[in-house]
């Protein structure tokens, strides 16, 4: 054990370690890079994060820098959960579900807490938290809040930020503090503070204040989105002010989170399901306005396209028997409502199926849980991709997560496939059809040098297409590392700037998660590149996405 582990392990109640196969294990994340750390600390309770960013706080004031990388489960795609300081592994000891007010609709966890044990608890109580994502029987909440994620449901809930009420954050000093809205009031007595508290809050009221026009011009038009910090929903109009909203999605860079009380919504399992099958891109994608546009909004508008079909078909071909019949449609969307009451549900569904008509689609209507669950299978088939290998070649995370507005849906589809063909790479795409957030991983093999710079080349144009359609280079996952040299090709500098200010006002010595989001250069990443690529610590749980 090196002295600085040695010296933390006198301090803390958790353990520390700093093994080589260790610090092995946690190099790498669900992502396409790879970072050591110098040590890895399984933090008991919120005193041992204080400890972990005091003495990292102190080092930093002398000249040292030893950053500070919080990690639940480690399936970030985006390099987020990697760092080569001190990462603190959460799922080990801080995964307790603290309260559960059923009757209030909130609950209180820690951030290792795992996210589907927390929805089963929830729907024992008739409660369910909305924006899980695909990942849900493995992913953490910690996870959850620092990518703001959300998932099929979000196209009527909205994302993980709507739900997250308050915090409980360690500053980069060691400082604890409770985020929540407060009122013109409170927030007074904040901005009068000594400590470093007081500091962050005069200073992002300030930021705010004199950039004001600029944020309001940055806020990007597009259903969700978690690229850059969240400087939009700080300071409402009744001068209202929350720094909640600054740390979701944030990806541990302004603060650790210990603990998140979380507004839930109440839970009907019982919904009606409708599967449409297109013959044309194009009446797929203005189906989607519609339904959109219904009174009774669908809770999820998925869609998977020809492509993965196609795949699947050939290698997994029991997975559409039966449900899926030749010749392949050109876009099947699953579409669902969960209104309470089944005579609710029917009236949505048959207006759902009308529509459908007029766009000349066919279509199946179920309610029964079982006949659900076959549909289903289909829109997860995704796992077949993220599975599949051809020699070395195997899915890679690298553009699997923009996002457009939803009248530009049709266009986008349209815009990859004409870059994939144009690279000659077989393309799959599935998602979030409801919000225009779609995914895609193509085969590569990282150990060939062609495919480390194909890689690139196809980020550079991906991201540009995206942008080009006044989207948004992240939906759902985060920037991290892997996106954040094309966040100022996003915003702009001067948008990109204030997020700059604003991540040194939390983090003055960037000493919190460096190198993600703000402040990293394509050749950082290109040095980080794996030469390898699987997913096999997840195979357990059949990675999905």
Request: one cysteine or more.
């Amino acid at each position: 054990m090196n002295k600085v582990a040695q010296y933390l392990q006198e301090h803390v109640l958790g353990e520390v370690v700093s093994s080589a196969d260790v610090r092995k294990h946690f190099s790498t994340d669900g992502s396409v890079l790879k970072l050591s750390p110098a040590l890895v600390m399984y933090p008991r309770n919120e005193s041992d994060v204080r400890k972990a960013a005091r003495f990292t706080w102190q080092l930093a004031e002398r000249g040292r820098i030893l950053p500070i990388t919080p990690r639940g489960s480690g399936t970030d795609q985006s390099g987020g959960a990697i760092g080569n300081g001190v990462i603190l592994v959460f799922p080990a000891h801080m995964n307790r579900i603290l309260e559960l007010d059923s009757k209030g609709g909130t609950v209180t966890v820690e951030p290792g807490t795992n996210y589907g044990k927390l929805q089963q608890t929830l729907e024992t109580h008739e409660r369910f938290l909305p924006p899980y994502p695909a990942s849900i029987e493995y992913t953490t909440i910690g996870g959850a809040i620092a990518n703001n994620t959300s998932g099929e449901k979000s196209v009527k809930y909205g994302d993980t930020r709507t739900y997250t009420k308050s915090l409980r954050v360690v500053l980069a000093n060691g400082e604890v503090i409770k985020t929540e809205r407060l009122n013109k009031r409170e927030l007074s007595k904040k901005l009068g503070l000594s400590t470093f508290e007081g500091e962050i809050y005069r200073a992002v009221d300030t930021l705010l204040e004199e950039h004001h026009e600029l944020v309001q011009n940055s806020k990007l038009s597009v259903t969700k989105n978690v690229a850059g910090y969240d400087v939009f929903d700080v300071k409402q109009k009744d001068g209202s002010f929350d720094l909640t909203p600054l740390f979701v999605g944030s990806q541990g860079t302004l603060g650790i989170i210990t603990e998140a009380t979380l507004e839930v919504e109440p839970y009907n399992p019982l919904t009606t399901l409708v599967t449409a099958y297109f013959g044309d891109l194009k009446n797929a994608c203005d189906a989607v306005q519609e339904l959109r546009k219904l009174k009774d909004m669908p809770s999820i508008i998925e869609m998977v396209d020809e492509n993965l079909l196609n795949f699947v078909s050939q290698q997994n071909p029991s997975h559409l028997k039966n449900i899926v019949e030749e010749p392949l449609p050109k876009v099947v969307l699953f579409i669902e409502f969960d209104n309470p009451g089944e005579r609710s549900q029917k009236r949505a569904a048959k207006k759902a199926t009308k529509l459908l008509e007029r766009y000349g689609a066919r279509y199946t209507v179920e309610a029964d849980m079982r006949e659900k669950d076959k549909f289903r299978k289909v829109r997860q088939s995704s796992s077949v991709i993220m599975a599949h290998t051809e020699g070395n070649s195997k899915a890679v995370p690298f553009i699997e997560d923009g996002i457009v507005p939803v009248d530009k849906l049709e266009d986008y589809i349209k815009g990859i496939y004409e870059l994939f063909d144009k690279h000659h790479i077989r393309i799959a795409m599935w998602g979030h059809a409801g919000d225009a957030n779609l995914h895609l991983q193509p085969s590569l093999d990282l150990s060939q040098l062609g495919d480390r710079q194909k890689l690139f080349k196809l980020m550079e144009e991906y991201y540009a297409l995206v942008i080009g359609l006044g989207g948004s280079i992240s939906g759902e996952h985060g920037e991290g590392r892997i996106k954040g040299p094309y966040l100022e090709q996003l915003y702009g500098s001067d948008t990109y700037n204030l997020f700059i200010k604003l991540k040194q006002i939390f983090d003055p010595y960037n000493t919190l998660n460096p190198g993600v989001k703000v402040g990293v250069s394509l050749d950082e990443v290109k040095a980080l590149l794996r030469q390898e690529y699987d997913m096999g610590y997840l195979h357990q749980h059949l990675p999905r996405s």
